[in-house]
């Protein structure tokens, strides 16, 4: 039983305005809430809350900002940056039950939903009318258009279709003020500063999206997916550059290194060439007649980079065969290790190739093992770090080593986030590519939306003061001191 | 080449000191474009020239006043495009000035407008201080995205110093068809094709026909052009330039030419005057005498806004009003940029 006094007040107050079951303050109910996807941080919240509909979420929306209570939003949870890590002291608002698809618009191309549909269920509902919504996390099947837009989360088609915030055209938003906020619509352009693209990505921070209108696309008229296999690992990333700079942007490529290629092999048998330091898919799209010539085009791009192999799937079968492989490569990498630690970080497609090479100097350097899985396309690298949480200090080594290769694609000229998100995790790294008077500009931002820093507060943006201790932190290479305190 | 940010940070950081508001200019070629203000002016048309451009890596980072014409030459070369087909409005027309008016051209329907392609920038903000957001990469989430609130700005929230674009590769082969059509026909057929798989990256409809630009191999574009029984029309490329930059005949009007945003299938509206359409029948230009608040109750009542584009006859509002809750979401984030509020004032709307 909850023991204090004030929560039982407030589960009382919560429970005016909710069903009683709506409202979770045991222990065994928190628990669930504990972490996301990056369950190296964990941290119950002090209530969790289960609203149904708009008017329940604007109810505790009040109580919150009078009681300058935390709100953390969450969605399906998969974050992989801790974004939807609870807040000891705040309200966890889980925003799952919110899950209907509130009109598909024929005329217009658009889907309307409630925050809480997944990302699949989008594409499933506008099938029969031969249309779907392009961005494909692989986390799609859970993850929610809600936690898509806090992330401007990504996927395979992104190289050609976009991110999430090339795909929302409107968004309702609930601000912690109370207001509610109508962005975009589905006219092109809005009047007024783009606070549209603002809300994508900002993890939750600004204000509460109770209702997206996405974009539908009309399936594309024919597909074709190549494999490419390569001996060694510059001649598959110079093979990328070539693909890209010859005029063709394909619907997706992905690249994964030895290592990822024989684990998907042991995992799901995808029929990858087992020995091939790395590999490459290749997806095109268009129209039946282009393709014909787009294929022989890129295969004969492939074949001037020495690849060992370069295969065009036969028929639909083969082609969901060489994707499932890719879609795998965490799972089957899972099954090789107790623990591993995903990175997000992007660069320009050209550093391809130094960056993995300099990612396979620091694995040595760290004592771990770092496989590559990643949208080559556009640069973003997933490299996994495989570590063992039970290994005393090994979670700590994995982190130093994932943040060094963040600051080795800043210095890349890239980002360290290419669609995970800052959340908890990457703030230091935060304090690496943004200066101080960039990140006084963030938390002016945040403060014109929310003044008291009660949505998802301590996340994405680091404090000059957190920055300051990691900089100096940063000089000796040391541990952190007290690595448990918070340092919003 | 002489590098001039310095020399603009520490203007604007005296400004800021005394208070002084400053009129950011570049080309100038879009200056009927937003209210009309008068403050003392700071051009940042020197700060010209392309920094990096890698076809391989598809962008290009070109400082504020580079000209648009020397980027889109530049880019030609290598058989790459704007996505969003910018108008120029003017041969002096800069790529800054192209961002912080934010308005895109005929291939918006089909490949994104220009906060879509653009990746990042580099600011100088009402105190002087220099700040970068985005970047080269297409995928980058760290931080929110304080470079695409620069677009459509107008120049409010900072001064562009320089930006970067995502560029894609030239379409192969295009080709322009016409079809007679009423407008009401015309918004039916143009919103039904969009639902399907065709090859269509540009339309227009001047009252009368509707032009339909197709991209692919010329097979492709045969099928499809039969298809929508349209005749090809020659020298396609001049006519949607004329279109882009609004030299066909229906924009050389004196009258109150406005610009509204509607959901695509939006019947015709109920709204007197001449009317042409682009992208799918989102966007429609009026030359009308109708006064201001009547054409905004009528984009709003159809889901859309309006904002008066050339010949104004209200220089009060010219964009759509703001509800007075988002309002002052926007008066905040331009003191976030802006504290003393030197920059373009009330370029956009009074209060900002
Ligand atoms: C196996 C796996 C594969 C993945 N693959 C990809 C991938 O390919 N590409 C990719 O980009 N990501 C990927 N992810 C990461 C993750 O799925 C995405 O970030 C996703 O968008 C999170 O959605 P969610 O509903 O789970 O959000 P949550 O994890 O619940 O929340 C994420 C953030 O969104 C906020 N939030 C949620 N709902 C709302 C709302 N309604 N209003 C305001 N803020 C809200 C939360 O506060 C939090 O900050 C993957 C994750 C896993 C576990």
């Known amino acids: 039983m909850s023991t204090s006094p004030s929560l039982s007040k407030l589960v009382k107050r919560f429970c005016r305005i909710l069903p009683k079951h709506a409202v979770l303050s045991e222990k065994e109910q928190l628990y669930p809430y504990e972490c996301d996807a990056l369950t190296a941080y964990r941290q119950t919240p002090l209530i969790a809350l289960v609203p149904e509909n708009q008017k329940q979420i604007q109810a505790i929306v009040d109580i919150c900002r009078e009681l300058k209570i935390p709100i953390v939003a969450r969605g399906a949870g998969t974050s992989l940056s801790g974004g939807a890590l609870p807040h000891a002291k705040g309200v966890l608002l889980n925003l799952a039950k919110l899950n209907n698809i509130l009109e598909i618009d024929l005329d217009n191309r658009t889907a309307t939903v409630e925050p809480g549909v997944t990302n699949l269920a989008i594409s499933d509902a506008a099938k029969r009318y031969g249309l779907y919504y392009a961005p494909d996390p692989?986390?799609?099947?859970?993850?929610?258009?809600?936690?898509?837009?806090?992330?401007?989360?990504?996927?395979?088609?992104?190289?050609?279709?976009?991110?999430?915030?090339?795909?929302?055209?409107?968004?309702?938003?609930?601000?912690?003020?109370?207001?509610?906020?109508?962005?975009?619509?589905?006219?092109?352009?809005?009047?007024?500063?783009?606070?549209?693209?603002?809300?994508?990505?900002?993890?939750?921070?600004?204000?509460?999206?109770?209702?997206?209108?996405?974009?539908?696309?009309?399936?594309?008229?024919?597909?074709?997916?190549?494999?490419?296999?390569?001996?060694?690992?510059?001649?598959?990333?110079?093979?990328?550059?070539?693909?890209?700079?010859?005029?063709?942007?394909?619907?997706?490529?992905?690249?994964?290194?030895?290592?990822?290629?024989?684990?998907?092999?042991?995992?799901?048998?995808p029929g990858y060439p087992k020995d091939a330091a790395a590999i490459l898919i290749c997806e095109l799209d268009g129209f039946e007649e282009d393709l014909t010539d787009q294929v022989a085009w890129v295969q004969k791009i492939l074949n001037k980079h020495r690849p060992v192999e370069v295969r065009l799937a036969k028929d639909k079968q083969e082609e969901e065969l060489l994707w499932k492989g890719r879609k795998s490569a965490f799972p089957a990498l899972g099954n090789l290790t107790p623990d591993y630690y995903c990175m997000d970080g992007t660069i320009p497609r050209k550093h391809l190739a130094k960056t993995l090479e300099e990612i396979n100097v620091l694995s040595e350097k760290f004592g771990l093992r770092v496989a590559n899985v990643f949208h080559a396309g556009d640069g973003n690298l997933h490299p996994l770090i495989l570590y063992d949480a039970n290994q005393e200090g090994e979670l700590e080594i994995a982190e130093e080593l994932g943040s060094e290769i963040l600051q080795l694609c800043v210095k890349m000229g890239g980002t360290i986030t290419g669609e995970h998100g800052v959340g908890i995790e990457k703030l230091d790294q935060m304090c690496v590519q943004f200066s101080p008077a960039e990140l006084n500009t963030f938390h002016a931002i945040k403060s014109a939306f929310d003044e008291y820093e009660l949505l998802n507060p301590g996340k994405a943006i680091p404090t000059l003061h957190r920055c300051a201790e990691f900089g100096a932190m940063h000089v000796h290479r040391g541990r952190l001191p007290h690595a448990n305190l918070p340092r919003f | 080449m002489t590098d001039i940010r310095s020399d603009i940070a520490s203007r604007v950081e005296d400004a800021c000191r005394q208070g002084q508001a400053l009129q950011i200019l570049a080309g100038n070629t879009k200056f009927f474009y937003g209210r009309k203000i008068q403050e003392t002016p700071l051009s940042v048309l020197e700060h010209s020239g392309i920094i990096e451009y890698e076809p391989s890596e598809l962008y290009i980072t070109a400082r504020c006043g580079t000209p648009l014409n020397e980027i889109e030459q530049a880019i030609k070369t290598e058989n790459q495009i704007l996505p969003c087909e910018p108008p120029h409005f003017g041969a002096a027309a800069s790529i800054g000035g192209m961002v912080a008016a934010g308005l895109s051209g005929p291939r918006r329907a089909s490949s994104g407008a220009i906060r879509d392609c653009l990746l990042g920038v580099e600011i100088i903000n009402g105190k002087g201080e220099y700040l970068r957001f985005g970047g080269k990469v297409m995928k980058n989430v760290a931080g929110y995205d304080a470079s695409r609130l620069m677009c459509g700005a107008l120049g409010t929230l900072g001064i562009l110093m320089s930006v970067t674009l995502r560029l894609v590769p030239k379409p192969q082969h295009e080709q322009t068809i016409a079809i007679t059509l009423n407008p009401a026909d015309a918004i039916l057929k143009m919103n039904f094709w969009a639902r399907t798989p065709m090859p269509i990256t540009a339309t227009f409809h001047d009252g009368r026909d509707l032009y339909i630009r197709m991209a692919g191999s010329p097979s492709t574009i045969k099928r499809f052009a039969d298809k929508v029984k349209g005749e090809p029309i020659d020298q396609g490329d001049i006519f949607w330039t004329n279109i882009k930059e609004q030299a066909y005949d229906f924009f050389l009007t004196d009258e109150p030419l406005w610009r509204i945003l509607v959901p695509p299938s939006t019947k015709p509206l109920d709204c007197p005057g001449s009317c042409v359409m682009e992208w799918n029948g989102a966007l429609r230009w009026y030359a009308t005498h109708v006064k201001a608040p009547a054409i905004h109750s009528i984009a709003k009542q159809a889901g859309g806004h309006a904002c008066q584009f050339r010949n104004q006859i209200d220089t009060q509002q010219v964009f759509h009003p703001l509800p007075s809750g988002l309002l002052e979401i926007h008066r905040k984030l331009k003191r976030a940029f802006d504290p003393q509020g030197i920059l373009n004032p009330g370029k956009i709307y009074s209060e900002l």
């Open chain 1, 138 to 269: 692989s986390s799609q099947l859970a993850c929610t258009i809600g936690g898509n837009i806090a992330e401007n989360s990504g996927g395979i088609h992104c190289l050609k279709y976009g991110l999430t915030v090339h795909n929302v055209l409107a968004l309702k938003v609930l601000t912690i003020g109370g207001e509610i906020l109508e962005l975009g619509g589905k006219q092109p352009d809005s009047p007024g500063f783009d606070l549209l693209a603002l809300m994508n990505g900002s993890e939750g921070m600004l204000g509460i999206v109770l209702q997206a209108t996405v974009k539908l696309l009309p399936e594309p008229h024919s597909r074709k997916v190549l494999l490419a296999a390569f001996n060694c690992i510059q001649d598959a990333g110079n093979a990328v550059a070539a693909i890209i700079s010859s005029g063709i942007i394909p619907a997706g490529l992905e690249m994964m290194d030895h290592f990822a290629v024989k684990a998907t092999e042991q995992y799901c048998s």
